[in-house]
């Protein structure tokens, strides 16, 4: 009932399973002022996503953080960075007062972890911010440029027509790279004015059935290298008698999980939950099952253990997983080249769902290896975070599933967790606010690709629904 509610008008009741709730801003004028505003905006979407603020260019994201400190600052918010060691600074802002608060979290760097920036002939410029056909293309448009300052386009637009009725708080990291450990010790040291009714996350777009998706958390990861070192140099392959540290190596990786997609490591899977019967009820129930739209935009036959529809989604929020991201040692390239590997490498990923614990999978890791003759195998952790996860009946979803439904013609659903992982566990040991996520995007977005691009009317609706999630968390 409340996964894909019907659109209502912006001054109706709305009814949640405890009750009735109304909004008595009418957000009319405000809708207006988006609807007016909305091109200056873009303007200024694609000017930030000119600056191409990937976390290793040191000058791009200070380039990208003094625009954002402006951007703040004629918003009205009082806003500072505030340095910190394994991080770009920290981008903290507040603007508005009242007896409830929301604090959103984004980011100011461009992820390019997955597929590196680049310019290629024939490519689109990874940062052009160029419009055209109702879309706006820039690498960072929608992770997380483009949904960063949609949020503070609401608090504009609130704020020029109703009144801010609350305090509005923003936390903006720039990563230096994929895992950031930084934040933990950012948020303990500033958890106090960090701390709010609830935290809107940067993470859900759109889904193939056009449904804007908010994620109750996010996965967990354990990133490691496995090294096995063999002879003092890289010798010919003809001395062999000497141990192929390449063999060790895919032996070993061999031992990790069979050809059923099951990770065979002991106790993997004790702390993973089956999904609850609210679960069931108020997230998969409604969850699009087309998803062969998915398989087929990715060019393949099938999905792993050959899982479909619902049960595939069961799989893809619900399930751990393990994957090889990469495999190096020896010869490389075109032609012969008769050599033994003086060492061998792979990069391997865990990815976690609650209730799992990384330090917990990488001791199980450790005692399965030297268990099948692997101890000479090391292990070097690049990365690890823990998962998180709030219920899928609390207040918040709640709330964010019924403004959703103000704005957005066919609603919105949840999803358990994001598929990308993501530091929420950070706040969770410093505060009891819920965490939820939510940004701009589409099943086409092309995310962290050249290509990578929002739609117009999808800013236009996200501006629209922030200020009418402000306007119900003053009044809950």
């Not at 905006?41 to 000058?59: K, N, P």
């Not at 609350?166 to 790279?177: I, Y």
């Not at 253990?305 to 799989?315: C, H, K, P, Q, Y």
């Not at 964010?400 to 949840?414: D, I, K, N, Q, S």
């Amino acid at each position: 009932m409340y996964a894909a509610p019907q659109p209502r008008s912006a001054t109706r009741n709305a009814v949640t399973p405890r009750g009735t709730r109304r909004i008595a801003l009418d957000l009319a004028r405000t809708y207006a002022y988006v609807d007016e505003h909305l091109d200056r905006w873009l303007d200024e979407v694609a000017a930030f996503c000119r600056i191409g603020s990937v976390g290793r260019d040191d000058a791009a994201m200070d380039a990208a953080r003094r625009w954002l400190e402006a951007a703040f600052a004629r918003l009205g918010a009082e806003v500072r960075s505030i340095p910190w060691d394994g991080a770009h600074p920290y981008v903290f802002a507040a603007v508005g007062a009242g007896p409830r608060s929301v604090l959103f979290f984004n980011h100011y760097d461009v992820a390019d972890y997955t597929n590196p920036v680049r310019e290629a002939p024939g490519e689109r410029h990874p940062f052009s911010g160029e419009r055209s056909g109702g879309k706006l293309y820039a690498r960072g448009s929608a992770d997380d440029k483009g949904t960063l300052l949609a949020r503070m386009h609401a608090v504009e637009a609130l704020a020029a027509t109703t009144g801010l009725p609350l305090a509005a708080r923003f936390l903006v990291e720039g990563k230096k790279g994929v895992s950031n450990k930084a934040l933990e010790g950012f948020v303990a040291a500033h958890h106090a004015q960090l701390d709010s009714d609830c935290c809107l996350w940067e993470a859900g777009a759109k889904d193939e059935r056009e449904r804007q998706t908010i994620s109750l958390g996010h996965k967990g990861n354990l990133y490691i290298d496995l090294v096995v070192r063999g002879t003092d140099r890289v010798w010919p392959s003809r001395y062999t008698l000497f141990p192929n540290p390449a063999w060790t190596l895919t032996w070993a990786l061999a031992s990790l999980k069979g050809p059923d997609e099951r990770v065979l490591l002991p106790g993997f899977y004790d702390r993973v939950r089956p999904a609850s019967d609210s679960d069931e009820r108020l997230v998969y129930a409604h969850l699009a099952d087309d998803t062969d739209a998915l398989r087929e935009r990715a060019g393949i036959a099938g999905f792993v253990a050959g899982v479909r529809g619902r049960d595939a989604l069961r799989r893809l929020y619900g399930q751990p997983s393990l994957a090889i991201c990469g495999i190096e040692g020896g010869a490389r390239g075109a032609g012969q080249q008769l050599v033994l590997p003086a060492e061998a490498r792979a990069k391997i990923e865990f990815r976690l769902v609650p209730d799992q614990d990384p330090d917990e999978v990488l001791a199980s890791l450790r005692a399965h290896l030297d268990a099948h003759g692997f101890a000479e195998v090391g292990i070097e952790v690049q990365g690890r975070c823990p998962p998180y996860a709030i219920a899928a009946d609390g207040w918040l979803p709640r709330l964010l599933l019924e403004t959703a439904a103000r704005v957005y013609p066919h609603g919105a659903v949840l999803t358990p967790v994001a598929t990308g992982i993501g530091n929420r566990y950070a706040f969770a040991r410093w505060t009891a606010m819920p965490i939820a996520g939510f940004a701009i995007g589409y099943a086409g977005y092309q995310i962290e690709t050249n290509d990578e691009h929002i739609r117009v009317e999808d800013y236009r609706e996200q501006v629209k629904w922030v200020a009418t999630i402000l306007a119900a968390v003053t009044e809950r």
